[in-house]
């Protein structure tokens, strides 16, 4: 009854009215297949109110204006702002950036990529320039180095602050002190960031000049000539040795392997381990000898270049032949630069070099990540610039205003511009330096590299992490485990039923290998002419397994044996084809598996090449099946298939596999595929629809002819192919279906159970489809068993989003799991309200996700949340992700290394993210915050008591600390001990592992806050006034020593607040300690002539005899205990009152 009860409140009179408006709104589209996509258009243009419409209406108020309706909380869109309010809201910025953008435009004009045609052989043919093969990912030039080091560096508010003023120097009135002490500190920032960039960028020359100078051979009317890797132009013929880079995009000509193909590497491009299968080019394959490509007059016409690496439209024609000699090239005759050759020697043309080949164009710039705390600390600085400014202006107006009061104001900004302490980028850089250090010197975390040392901080404050799944939480290594034929299942324990099914079979369909029985062709032809009996399970088993065993797109591949080294025919013959010298090779483990487990139940792969496939059967006998056709698998068509001719009995099949949703509408009615696709998904299998269809000769000559012409056509390739092989995609004979198993990573559900106790939300984003997701998020506990998992129907127009939209927000602590394709609509729309519903949600799987859309959705959390992201992957494909968060971590995993170099961080399993964020990310961020606070408040300390020490001299603007004292102060006396913040730590590595809750206090930020750095700075405040009142109240006579106790009790006073603010005493803090204590003691006795006023002017020289005199040294200590004492006791009682939340654990 509760259903009937609308969910909100409706005006009576209108709901009857709007239950047949909506009637209406539905059937715009009317009946028929395209009616869908006719209607969402109509739909578009009919429904522009829905934009004024707030989403969170009832489905009776979707339609009526008028009535009542939800709107989320925090959904309101800002209104816009208008002129001014606009420019000074961050409109310069926009303005400024606009202009640059133009500017740069202008002067870089991008030359539009075209279609090119290319010689054979004739670089010179060509008809425009083409870019110089050379790699460069350096990131300045010798010119633009300089300049873009100091950009980078002088964007930093802090940096720019210190420039302007060290300039100031330059200017005698201004002049204050000497110019080393503001030129030094300065310049040893510079020099370290400029050499830091210079090694790298040097680094990267190197790397790039190796790659450019690597030689290769070139084919000339002349012979062979050795050209160096960047000399290489558009129509070159280029040879390519086994295990050789390839240069740059070539068309495969010619190769060294009898069958006229070759396998390549490819990991470097996409990130996957495994090898592909490569075709040469029939027509010059054909040819007799390697010369004879500059006896023929061909050419090559190839697509302009662009971006996607697994399609390619071109062809080859040879003009000097009766009739012309025309061939379709695809991705298969290609041989893209980056890849490696990992069989044969291959022989291609040029047709793309430098920044037009696929691997450069796939290579975004990756943008210099900046961590929250240094944003962090870039306001705070600001905010001492304030009181900087506010100071002086004080200053001056108690002084009147009298004389050249402008000038005295900025001498008064130079005086206390120590209160913005240069120190503190040294300090940090040098901290995160050692974090990294620490972090790859971890034991429990073997082989954790570092790769951006300016971000380790963001590990401490993670509240959204972004996993791939394939590699990431699985291992991607699959197993085969189950086998359904709709009436019968067989799972791991009862495989040795089909191995005696199969033996039993092919025993009988085929005689012994010395004998010639003519009688087993017939008896197959009969059996498959005639489906309409019922087949028994052995024959359907043995279909089965033989589809699976010749649907696929593997090769087996054999090593060959030590000491045969020559390829030669006699090298060829002695290859060793026992099953234990055999490897697979394939796009996709899933298939690999396939292939095992089929050679497991008796049917072994043995050979395989471009035009012919051989199975070797329990009894030990071949057969040999001659391929006709393949079509590889597409992410769009979600399915493969082959077309083979059975040498023995002359009898052709199309076989063909695929995901459930797109075989389910080619094969013949049945009654239990979808469900036991469902019931296999649950089990966290990826599950294949195996079907196959028997053509006669006729059937196949007229779809090859099709086929051949659509292959060649220049328009709309993909699509012609397409519509031709569906034409054969009828009425499929169902034969199995099989599920593999994707194991789980090691540890991955303890890892993520720690990670959601520490408060961070975890979204899977992967490319699987929506079963296969949803079933590893419950079996990895991504999703806990007793949680809801709310499916998002596939939508395509905005009022169907709308509706399911409204259906999730009435669920509550449900996990959400949505297609891309679904995705995609509904941030088409309701990006804000989508985004807000989504981070609610405790997990969320977005599945069929593409690259692009992985990092759109890390850009969108970064953006509406304001919160800080990390992604985790381990494949090409994570690559962008990566690059988009606020922090990326690669792993190094089957599918090659890109991830991992790419990523800021590169780990070696998925467990390794549970230390590296709650004990690493902890101690970084804890230690960096106050590491940032105690620079910060050493240079308050001394700026309060210039500013004591001025009044007292009525307001004159004269320094009371002499240049090297100054510089002494930040560097020598106080940098160990400072620095020595690096290691401390206020929980255990244990604690912080047992207790990840632990982890969701550092996410709110509290470490350092406005509220934190008002206290260092009402403490400076005290301190500095207390040190500079007390060394003016207590000297009686001597004035002149004021400088010498003030000084003293300063650098005690800063040795002793360390020690208070540590937390965990490390054997080297105390050697800090002493360290800079003797350091100071020594420096007494050398630098006297420092320690007087005003130098010569008051004729004041320190005397030896003073230091050691009691009465300094009980000055000194008063002072000292007086300005430390109070904030001991006030650490003692804060302690005791509200202890911080893991004293209370360790205690």
């Known amino acids: 009854m509760a259903d009937h009860i609308p969910l909100y409140p409706v005006r009576g009179a209108a709901a009857a009215a ?441 590990l401490g404050r993670l509240v959204y992490l972004l996993t791939d799944k394939t590699g990431t939480l699985t291992r991607n290594e699959m197993v085969f485990k189950r086998l359904h034929l709709g009436t019968v299942s067989y799972g791991t324990d009862t495989m040795d039923e089909i191995q005696s099914h199969v033996l039993n079979s092919y025993s009988q369909v085929h005689p012994p290998a010395g004998s010639n029985n003519p009688s087993s062709a017939p008896l197959r032809r009969t059996q498959a002419s005639t489906p309409k009996v019922r087949k028994s399970v052995s024959s359907r088993i043995h279909e089965a397994v033989k589809a699976i065993a010749l649907c696929h797109n593997v090769t087996p591949v054999y090593e060959a044996r030590a000491g045969v080294t020559e390829e030669t025919e006699f090298a060829e013959a002695d290859q060793d084809f026992s099953d234990e010298n055999r490897t697979y090779q394939a796009s996709s483990p899933d298939e690999v598996a396939l292939v095992r487990w089929t050679e497991s139940v008796g049917l072994t792969l043995i050979s395989r090449d471009l035009t012919s496939v051989q199975l070797k059967t329990p009894g030990g006998q071949v057969l040999t099946y001659c391929i006709l056709q393949v079509f590889p698998f597409t992410s769009e068509s979600k399915r493969m298939g082959i077309i083979v001719r059975d040498e023995s009995s002359a009898e052709i099949t199309f076989y063909m596999k695929g995901a459930d949703v797109a075989m389910s509408t080619i094969v013949q009615y049945n009654d239990w595929l979808e469900e036991e696709c469902g019931n296999m998904a649950r089990e966290g299998l990826r599950t294949l629809v195996v079907a196959k269809r028997t053509l006669t000769e006729e059937q196949y000559q007229d779809f090859e002819s099709r086929y051949s012409q659509a292959k060649l056509s220049i328009h709309d390739r993909a699509l012609k192919v397409a519509a031709v092989v569906e034409s054969l995609e009828r009425e499929m004979e169902l034969l199995c279906l099989t599920g593999v198993e994707d194991q789980l990573q090691a540890d991955v559900r303890p890892t993520l159970e720690m990670l959601r106790n520490a408060g961070i939300k975890i979204w899977m984003l992967t490319g699987d489809k929506l079963e296969t997701a949803t079933c590893i998020a419950k079996s990895s506990h991504l999703v806990s068993r007793t949680q809801d998992i709310h499916v998002f129907r596939p939508v395509t127009s905005r009022g169907g989003a709308h509706l399911e939209l409204n259906a999730f927000r009435r669920k509550h602590d449900c996990a959400l799991v949505i297609p891309g394709d679904s995705l995609e609509v509904c941030l088409k729309y309701y990006e804000h309200e989508f985004v807000e519903l989504a981070c609610q949600c405790p997990a969320v799987v977005c599945c069929r996700c593409s690259p692009t859309q992985k990092a759109h959705i890390v850009t969108l959390l970064r953006q509406h949340t304001g919160r800080r992201t990390c992604a985790i992957g381990d494949g090409g494909n994570d690559v962008s992700m990566i690059q988009a968060a606020d922090c990326g971590i690669g792993i190094e995993g089957k599918e090659g290394k890109q991830a991992s170099l790419a990523a800021d961080f590169s780990i070696t399993q998925f467990r390794h993210i549970g230390r590296l964020l709650m004990v690493h990310g902890r101690n970084s961020y804890k230690r960096s915050a106050a590491l940032g606070q105690f620079v910060m408040h050493r240079g308050l300390i001394i700026s309060t008591m210039q500013a004591v020490f001025s009044s007292v001299f009525y307001f004159a603007s004269v320094p009371l600390y002499q240049g090297f004292l100054m510089v002494g102060y930040a560097t020598i006396y106080t940098m160990f001990p400072v620095f020595s913040l690096v290691l401390d730590q206020d929980v255990k590595p244990e604690m912080a592992m047992l207790y990840p809750e632990l982890y969701k206090d550092l996410t709110k930020g509290r470490s350092l806050s406005f509220k934190t750095f008002l206290i260092w700075v009402l403490i400076s405040i005290y301190q500095g006034g207390i040190l500079m009142y007390g060394a003016l109240v207590l000297f009686e006579s001597e004035f002149v020593h004021v400088v010498a106790i003030s000084f003293t009790a300063l650098i005690l006073t800063e040795l002793l607040m360390v020690a208070l603010t540590i937390r965990t005493w490390h054997w080297l803090m105390v050697v800090a300690e002493f360290l800079s204590l003797g350091c100071y003691v020594a420096s007494l006795a050398f630098l006297n002539e420092y320690f007087g006023i005003g130098r010569v002017s008051f004729g004041a020289f320190l005397d030896a005899a003073f230091i050691t005199t009691m009465t300094f040294l009980w000055k000194v200590s008063a002072i000292t205990v007086v300005s430390c004492l109070p904030l001991y006791v006030l650490k003692y009682l804060k302690r005791k009152l509200s202890p911080p939340s893991y004293s209370k654990l360790s205690s």
Not at 46 to 55: F, K, Q, V
Not at 344 to 354: E, L, P, Q, S
Not at 369 to 385: I, M, P, R, S
Not at 405 to 423: G, H, Q
Request: aromatic share 12%.
């Open 18 to 458: 709007a239950s047949h408006k909506r009637a209406a709104y539905y059937s715009v589209a009317g009946p028929g297949p395209g009616a869908d996509r006719r209607g969402r258009y109509q739909l578009e243009d009919e429904s522009a109110h829905l934009d004024e419409m707030p989403l969170m209406m009832s489905e009776e108020g979707f339609e009526n204006d008028e009535s009542d309706y939800h709107t989320l909380p925090r959904a309101r869109i800002t209104r816009r702002k208008r002129g001014v309010e606009w420019f000074v809201c961050g409109g310069w910025k926009f303005l400024c950036a606009s202009c640059c953008d133009w500017l740069v435009n202008v002067c870089q004009r991008k030359k539009e990529l075209k279609a090119r045609t290319v010689w054979l052989g004739c670089p010179e043919k060509c008809e425009e320039k083409h870019p110089r093969n050379s790699i460069k990912n350096q990131k300045y030039n010798v010119f633009t180095f300089i300049p873009g080091v100091l950009y980078e560096q002088f964007k930093f508010f802090l940096n720019l602050y210190f420039l302007v003023v060290s300039c100031s120097q330059f200017v005698p009135a201004l002049k204050i002190g000497y110019l080393y002490t503001y030129w030094a500190p300065l310049g040893f920032v510079l020099a370290v960031t400029i050499t830091r960039e210079a090694i790298d960028e040097f680094r990267r020359f190197q790397r790039d000049k190796e790659m450019n100078s690597q030689l290769y051979s070139k084919l000339t009317v002349r012979g062979k000539v050795q050209v160096k890797s960047s000399d290489i132009q558009v129509g070159d013929l280029i040879i390519v040795e086994k295990n050789q880079r390839i240069p740059s995009d070539m068309v495969f000509l010619r190769t060294s392997e009898k069958a006229g193909s070759c396998f390549i590497r490819t990991d470097q491009l996409d990130g996957e381990t495994d090898w592909k299968l490569k075709v040469a080019v029939s027509c010059t394959q054909r040819l007799p000898a390697l010369g004879d490509l500059f006896s023929i007059s061909a050419y090559v016409y190839a697509q302009k270049p662009q971006l996607d690496i697994h399609s390619f439209e071109g062809t080859f024609t040879r003009e000097d032949s009766d009739p012309p000699i025309h061939e379709s090239l695809s991705i298969e005759n290609t041989l893209w630069a980056s890849t490696v050759v990992a069989s044969g020697t291959v022989i291609g043309v040029v047709i793309y070099t430098g920044k037009e080949t696929r691997s450069v164009m796939n290579t975004s710039n990756p943008k210099n990540k900046v961590g929250l705390l240094d944003l962090e600390l870039n306001q705070l600085t600001k905010a001492l610039f304030l009181a900087l400014v506010v100071l002086s202006v004080v200053m001056v107006t108690l002084q009147g205003f009298a004389g050249p009061w402008y000038r005295n104001l900025f001498r008064f900004l130079l005086l206390f511009s120590y209160i913005i302490p240069i120190s503190l980028r040294v300090n940090l850089d040098m901290g995160k330096a050692a974090y990294g250090w620490m972090i790859m010197k971890d034991e429990s975390i073997p082989g954790t590299v570092v790769r951006t040392s300016t971000i380790p901080e963001e």
